[in-house]
Antibody, heavy 121, light 107 residues
Framework: QVQLVQSGAEVKKPGASVKVSCKASGYTFINYDIHWVRQATGQGLEWMGWMDPYGDNANYAQRFQGRVTMTRNTSISTAYMELSSLTSDDAAVYYC??????????????WGQGTLVTVSS | DIQMTQSPSSLSASVGDRVTITCRASQSISSYLNWYQQKSGQAPKLLIYAASSLQSGVPSRFSGSGSGTDFTLTISSLQPEDFATYYCQQSHSTPGTFGQGTKVEIK
């Protein structure tokens, strides 16, 4: 069965960086894009960007440009999202999600369990 | 960026009720509209994609309709396990913006 298993909770100081991993299993990793979505406590969902595991291409939401990097390691079917220059506004649960189908405008059919990132001095 | 506006923000309903949630896009998104259900402490779950296609394994009491800018999610007969927050999301263009959510609570 398809699973996306994310790394554990992180506590970071303001100005630091965090790198969250998302290990995929149960499907061919390189065939489906991975998106990242975050959710602050009690708030809605915010799309951050996506990456193409096959070509190692990525596209980021404008508001995260310059601060976010999405990469992958195909040998271990794992995607990564690194966010730098953290502030208290970045405290949230971060989710990875797999697209339902390859190609334009796909929804997300499987999600990781979420990784809580706390930013505190 | 395309803005997605859901209404209502919350609603109270009873088991067996018919529930309708609307989502409006700030510009036309054709049928590239998805609906997710999120329960407390869990990741979102895909219910409907491409405005009206039911995701595999999702009960048939969930349905979606609409195109262009106006969309609707309907639960034909609310069940106890349906109390959750529902989000629409457009996948027409990046960023793939979400609505602010509609919380469905027990009356």
């Amino acid at each position: 069965q398809v699973q996306l298993v994310q790394s554990g909770a992180e506590v970071k100081k303001p100005g630091a960086s965090v790198k969250v991993s998302c290990k995929a299993s149960g499907y061919t990793f390189i065939n489906y894009d991975i998106h990242w979505v975050r959710q602050a406590t009690g708030q809605g969902l915010e799309w951050m960007g996506w990456m193409d595991p096959y070509g190692d291409n990525a596209n980021y939401a404008q508001r995260f440009q310059g601060r976010v990097t999405m990469t992958r390691n195909t040998s271990i079917s794992t995607a990564y999202m690194e966010l730098s220059s953290l502030t208290s506004d970045d405290a949230a649960v971060y989710y990875c999600a797999k697209v339902l189908y390859s190609g334009y405008a796909s929804p997300f059919d499987y999600w990781g369990q979420g990784t809580l990132v706390t930013v505190s001095s | 960026d395309i803005q997605m506006t859901q209404s209502p923000s919350s609603l109270s309903a009873s088991v067996g009720d018919r529930v309708t949630i609307t989502c409006r896009a700030s510009q036309s998104i054709s049928s590239y509209l998805n609906w997710y259900q999120q329960k407390s402490g869990q990741a979102p779950k895909l219910l409907i994609y491409a405005a009206s296609s039911l995701q595999s394994g999702v009960p048939s009491r969930f349905s979606g309709s609409g195109s262009g800018t106006d969309f609707t999610l309907t639960i034909s007969s609310l069940q106890p396990e349906d109390f959750a927050t529902y989000y629409c999301q457009q996948s027409h263009s990046t960023p793939g913006t979400f609505g602010q959510g509609t919380k469905v609570e027990i009356k």
